[in-house]
């Protein structure tokens, strides 16, 4: 039948989750109404800006270009699940202490962009850090801050200073 | 005492050095960084309530037509609707941006204006069933011819987008300075160019978003991503009928505003909050990048001319500019975004006389408005493009013919004043100017051109302004409340809005300072109209000086009095004493000292009854030289006015048109005195980009009768991080006396300086004028093109 | 968007179970990276949504001297760009990827959902149509090989059955003395190009003749374009900037792309002068060193 729920079972942020969604409801749908995350944020809804950017598997995609139904199985990574309780992930403290946060929006999709870069290449070029944010627009930063804090980031998951 | 207090801040005061503050001045980070890294932090769509209804809206599909008929029999039937309206249910109310401007329904009754602009809506109890609703209401329309640029609507019996606004204008002005047919006789070298200038969206990646819901039938809450909630407040307040106490907009967390669709009302707003009311249930309604691409407010394409004579060595006898706009279908902020193209034509540099015609007209498009660099980016690129132009035909240098013109940083306590009636106790823009050049190390790219295999490179120089604490005709009142728990903790209740600039932050910073507290004392209590004092909002970069001024006069109010229950303790006056690091002291004798809790504590206990509960309002909201007359174009419309040079290399694939900005980019700033440099820096780097880089090489939507061709982002190319400058940011300081520790605004002044940098450095690198805004590629080769040709 | 009947197969005869069954009635969706914007905009509503990216099977890259390249047709464009075979044996195969579009659309699209699509502004067809590469399409009734080339029929138009999918992309060995390169003019990184070309050079080692070359264009026509003209130009010759050079005024003539939003046919035509020359320099550069 159209349109008929069908079972979606997928780990969000460690946590398994069994629900029933319509074939059609996208995953930053679920994400944001079935299970509360609003962190993750809807956007132009046409695949283009970027801010609904979660983790899959290890790997940065857009939730809004994603049906629910295809995390079958899968493991989603959200904003909320990055801190440990109380301590921020070293990305998250490197915006916050370089000042790479102004209104906001873009920063859940781009901590978690981030995040996946870092993972998969703990030491990136100046040019891949470039490419990383490419996929995720901000109206108001002129993006050098935020550079800058990816880069301030990876040298302390490094080890470094 | 408080007239004694306002003439004290008239001269340049007491301005502490640096190192004397505690927290101004130094990074510090923003006070909500941490919610918005974590996902905490909640913005309007994602705001829940239980029982909570989808709203959507119908649109027309014409750009200009008669509606004759609505029927909504079938949207109601179907299941799962809860409420269906259109315009008619607003009773004939119409807003605008001011009392004399209101020409806009809250959804159309008897005409639209503009392609999608809103005639009905529906609530539903999902978003899917709001859609199909709406699709099933069915609207009878009779087309009429179009009007889709102002020179369609300019001509002789055009048709008229306002039946009562005869030729289209929506707003004209017409001022003189001086004696400009003078000054162009004496001139050595006269010249008229035309530049035109894009139709740009705001580029916020926040569709607008608003819940609505009545607790009883004279009770309206909101929330919204309102970058100024208190126009939104009282236009509710008119449109509903309701006293302003029982209107309530409360701010959640907002993506960026710019002065557009935020600051204003959108269909949605109404529709949500007359839906709420019609199904006693709360209505959420959010806009997608589709509905804020095609319906929402625009920066106005402009089409400048100007004619500008100099002396032999380059110095301004005179300018003229005749500017035409695209208005759009609505009056909206046109008359300010107009105003605003001449009123800043006198800064930076020395103008002896000063004409200008601005004429805005009414098109059947979406409305344009303000947006970052308002209205005064299009005049400065005009003249700063320009001035190279002339300053290469005269053989000077662009960087020496900007120092020959700036206007030079008044002494302390004089004031320059302009012809036109503007007044300026600081202007750093001269220092701007020599340091920008010299940390991008002008002289030596100047001497020699670079070239590397079909890639040429140039560098490009301007120098602009920005006014800072708008002060408009109005309502101006701008206050803040400091409230000092009997724990020693501060609740800071300001109705300034922080869209992402970071004001909550300045806010809270200023307060600790003045109160000698710490940032992390200071818990501040977002807009809510229903508690915080009013404050008009958001706009002509207003927030850090004048609500700034305000929340300063609430922690010195508070502080007061409790110096004076310190004082009588010490018995001393209360003005021997200070409060620093949390300890309140003698100033000459130290050791008589006692910390804040206890003093707040004793405080509160001594007199049974007493709180502390500082207040303060900015009294610049008021203009102290006489309200700006806007049909004259005299008077100062802002407290201060902010300086900026911008130095911009750029590289062109001299093959395809291609332009990039390098990494070779500066821009040194005069905000009067950095609050926070790092959060300044991030701004003014920002405000260059993304309105400005964007408007020289990227941005433009392209219309065809009404429709926008090019409604997502991807199309409508939007600049990201791969193509971003590392614009390095000098800080000139001036210590401006009529901002809160010196400050004025940051970063407006970037806005627009970006443009003419990236296009004069463009023909330093080409030899090409690119007059017409954006330089894409396309436009690029084939000016190079004709230029090979003509050789 | 609209609702419809969803199947998520787990294996390539489930799916064509489903495709022989719907036929014109079902759409199959991979990462869904193009369509998903379309069904949303109410362009596409398709009645049955078959979800074949679920088939592991069908994510591999393989190499074998003799055999050549084997791409499954799920591998996401990320795979390909990051895979270390690709990066050795068929580095522009990396490079192109590189430049497609953002990270998160590489990560979850595939190259047969972005072939599939047909759009002659993509990137991956030029490129394996300038290593002659080869498609598998298989359906219930057996398995048919045809060439990149013949696999594009008109805008947004494949020759793919209802029932019908694609299974594999074949890339034969690399040959030697050969170079090939892809460059596209992009305004923004990522963009689409506004014309692209994928160029492949083969020259005789003993006297750096021109064996054998391949031009394809991108947004150059209403398919990814093959200029077999400017192709003929290069065979046979010694190869100099100055008939680069001609080979782009030939390659532009043939062309016949589009105006749009973004740029005019006349410029693009210009374009293709340029992408030509460049692609074709960079591959002789590379046919050279071997």
Redesign the interface.
């Known amino acids: 039948?159209?349109?008929?729920p069908?079972e979606l079972r997928f780990t969000v942020n460690g946590k398994l989750h069994e629900l029933q969604v319509?074939?059609?409801a996208?995953l930053s749908d679920v994400l944001?109404k079935d299970l509360?995350?609003?962190?993750?944020?809807?956007?132009?809804?046409?695949?283009?800006?970027?801010?609904c950017?979660v983790i899959?598997d290890g790997?940065?995609?857009?939730s809004c270009?994603?049906?629910a139904?295809?995390a079958?199985?899968h493991q989603v990574t959200?904003?909320?699940g990055?801190?440990q309780g109380d301590k921020?992930h070293p990305i998250?403290e490197a915006?916050?202490?370089?000042?790479?946060?102004?209104?906001?929006?873009?920063?859940?999709g781009r901590?978690m962009?981030a995040k996946?870069?870092l993972d998969e290449n703990p030491d990136p070029s100046r040019e891949e850090v470039?490419?990383?944010?490419?996929?995720?627009?901000?109206?108001?930063?002129?993006?050098?801050?935020?550079?800058e804090a990816v880069e301030i980031a990876a040298g302390k998951m490094r080890g470094g200073e | 005492m408080a007239k004694k207090k306002v003439k004290k801040e008239e001269k340049p005061g007491v301005i502490l050095k640096p190192e004397e503050y505690s927290i101004i001045g130094k990074p510090f980070p923003r006070v909500d960084a941490r919610a918005k890294v974590t996902g905490e932090a909640k913005f309007a769509a994602d705001i829940e309530m239980p029982d909570m209804l989808w709203g959507a809206l119908k649109r027309s599909p014409y750009a200009h037509a008669r509606i004759l008929h609505i029927d909504t029999a079938k949207a109601e039937r179907l299941p799962g609707v809860k409420a269906v309206i259109t315009g008619k249910d607003f009773g004939g109310f119409k807003w605008g941006w001011s009392r004399e401007t209101r020409d806009e329904e809250p959804l159309a009754t008897t005409k639209v204006r503009y392609l999608y602009e809103g005639v009905a809506a529906v609530a539903a109890i999902d978003e899917d069933i709001a859609q199909e609703a709406c699709e099933l209401i069915e609207v009878e329309y009779e087309s009429l011819p179009g009007v889709f640029d102002p020179f369609e609507a300019m001509e002789e019996g055009a048709p008229l987008v306002h039946d009562d606004r005869l030729g289209n204008i929506c707003v004209e002005y017409h001022w003189d300075f001086g004696d400009v047919e003078k000054g162009f006789a004496e001139s050595y070298l006269v010249q008229e160019d035309t530049f035109q200038t894009p139709r740009m969206a705001k580029g916020y990646i926040e569709p607008p978003a608003i819940v609505a819901y009545w607790t009883d039938a004279t009770h309206l809450t909101v929330h919204a991503a309102k970058g100024s909630p208190y126009f939104s407040y009282r236009i509710l307040s008119n449109c509903f009928q309701l006293p302003l106490s029982n209107v309530r907009v409360i701010q959640p967390f907002i993506g960026s505003d710019f002065g557009g669709t935020k600051n204003d009302m959108v269909n949605g707003d109404f529709a949500a909050t007359m839906l709420a009311k019609t199904a006693g249930k709360p209505v959420k309604i959010v806009y997608t990048q589709f509905d804020e691409l095609t319906t929402c407010l625009r920066r106005h394409p402009m089409w400048i001319t100007i004619k500008t004579g100099v002396t032999q060595d380059g110095k301004l006898k005179a300018i003229q500019t005749k500017v035409i706009s695209d208005g759009g279908a609505y009056t909206r902020m046109s008359p300010l975004s107009n105003y605003l193209t001449g009123a800043c034509m006198t800064l930076p540099y020395q103008l002896p006389n000063f004409k200008t015609d601005i004429y805005c007209y009414f098109t059947n498009n979406p409305s344009s408005a303000a947006m970052r660099g308002h209205g005064v980016y299009h005049t400065r690129f005009a003249g700063d493009v320009q001035m190279d132009m002339m300053a290469e035909k005269l053989g000077i240098d662009p960087v020496e013919i900007r120092l020959r013109n700036a206007i030079k940083n008044p002494k302390p306590g004089k004031l320059y004043e302009t012809i036109s009636k503007l007044h300026l106790a600081t202007c750093g823009v001269e220092e701007c100017i020599e340091k920008a050049a010299e940390a991008i190390n002008w002289k030596e790219k100047k001497k020699k051109k670079r070239v590397e295999g079909f890639k040429a490179y140039g560098v490009g120089v301007a120098a602009g302004t920005f006014l800072s604490g708008a002060k408009l005709s109005g309502h101006n009142a701008c206050a803040a409340i400091v409230r000092i728990c009997e724990d020693g903790s501060v609740n800071l209740m300001t109705g300034a809005t922080d869209v992402g600039q970071g004001s909550d932050s300045i806010m809270c910073a200023l307060t600790a300072e003045t109160l000698g507290i710490r940032l992390e004392d200071i818990d501040l209590k977002r807009v809510d109209t229903a508690h915080t004092p009013v404050d008009p909002g958001t706009y002509g970069s207003r927030v850090t000086v004048l609500a700034g001024e305000a929340t300063v006069n609430a922690a010195k109010d508070a502080k007061r009095q409790l110096l004076e229950i310190a004082a009588k303790e010490f018995g001393v006056k209360p003005e021997e004493m200070e409060i620093k690091n949390k300890k309140a002291f003698v100033k000459t004798k130290p050791e008589m000292n006692i910390s804040w809790e206890r003093l707040v504590r004793m405080a509160c206990y001594t007199t049974p009854g007493m709180v502390v509960i500082g207040k303060g309002q900015s009294t610049r909201g008021i203009s102290v030289y006489g309200l700006t007359d806007f049909s004259s174009g005299t008077g100062d419309f802002g407290t201060n006015y902010s300086f900026t040079a911008q130095i911009q290399e750029v590289e062109v694939d001299m093959e395809t048109g291609l332009v990039r900005c390098t990494d070779n980019s500066v821009i040194a700033h005069d905000c009067g005195f950095p609050l926070n440099p790092p959060a300044v820096d991030t701004q003014v780097v920002g405000g260059a980009y993304h309105p400005g880089v964007g408007a020289a090489l990227y941005c433009e939507f392209k219309m065809d009768k009404g429709l926008t061709v090019n409604p997502n982002l991807v199309d409508y190319k939007l600049p990201r991080a791969y193509e971003a400058p590392m614009t390095e940011v000098i800080h000139v300081i001036t210590n401006d006396p009529f901002g809160p520790f010196g400050a004025k605004e940051a970063s407006e002044g970037s806005t627009c300086t970006a443009a003419p940098a990236v296009i004069n450095a463009l023909h330093d690198a080409t030899g090409i004028w690119i007059k017409e805004l954006p330089a894409k590629p396309e436009k690029v080769y084939w000016a190079l093109k004709e230029k090979r040709s003509n050789k | 968007m609209k609702d419809f009947e969803y199947f998520a197969p787990k294996t390539v005869e489930e799916s064509l179970s489903f495709l022989s069954q719907y036929k014109e009635e079902s759409k199959i969706i991979a990462g869904g990276q193009s369509m998903l914007v379309i069904m949303r905009q109410g362009l596409l509503a398709p009645e049955n949504v078959v979800d074949i990216k679920g088939i592991t099977a069908l994510n591999y890259i393989t190499y074998d001297e003799k055999e050549g390249l084997r791409i499954g047709a799920l591998t996401t464009h990320r795979a390909i760009e990051k895979s270390p075979i690709i990066q050795k044996h068929f580095g522009v195969l990396s490079e192109m990827e590189r430049n497609l579009a953002t990270i998160q659309t590489r990560n979850w699209g595939t190259i047969g959902g972005n072939l599939c699509h047909g759009d002659p502004a993509g990137d991956p067809a030029p490129v394996f149509i300038a290593l002659d590469a080869k498609l598998k399409l298989r359906s219930l009734s057996g398995e048919r090989i045809i060439t990149m080339e013949e696999f594009s029929k008109d805008m947004l138009e494949v020759d793919l059955g209802p029932d019908e999918m694609l299974i594999e992309i074949q890339v034969p060995p690399p040959r030697l003395h050969t170079g090939i390169a892809h460059e596209k003019l992009m305004v923004m990184q990522g963009d689409a190009g506004i014309v692209g070309a994928a160029v492949s050079i083969t020259l005789k080692p003993e006297d750096s003749v021109c064996e054998d070359a391949r031009i394809v264009l991108s947004n150059s026509a209403s398919v990814p374009l093959r200029v077999r003209e400017a192709e003929k130009r290069l065979i046979g010759k010694v190869i100099s900037s100055h008939l680069l050079a001609e080979v782009g005024e030939v390659a532009s003539a043939e062309a016949d792309p589009p105006s749009d939003l973004h740029a005019s046919a006349e410029y693009r035509r210009e374009m293709v002068k340029v992408f030509v020359t460049r692609a074709a320099a960079k591959a002789l550069e590379r046919a050279k060193i071997g």
Not at chain 1, 41 to 51: H, I, Q, W
Not at chain 1, 59 to 62: G, I, T
């Open positions: 039948m159209k349109g008929e069908k319509k074939p059609k996208l944001r509360k995350l609003t962190g993750t944020k809807r956007g132009c809804l046409e695949s283009t800006c970027g801010v950017t899959l790997k940065a995609v857009r270009s994603i049906l139904l295809q079958n199985g959200t904003i909320e990055l801190a921020l998250q915006f916050i202490n370089h000042g790479a946060v102004e209104c906001g929006f873009c920063i859940p901590v962009m996946a870069l470039r490419l990383a944010m490419q996929g995720i627009l901000c109206a108001d930063s002129g993006y050098v801050k935020q550079i």
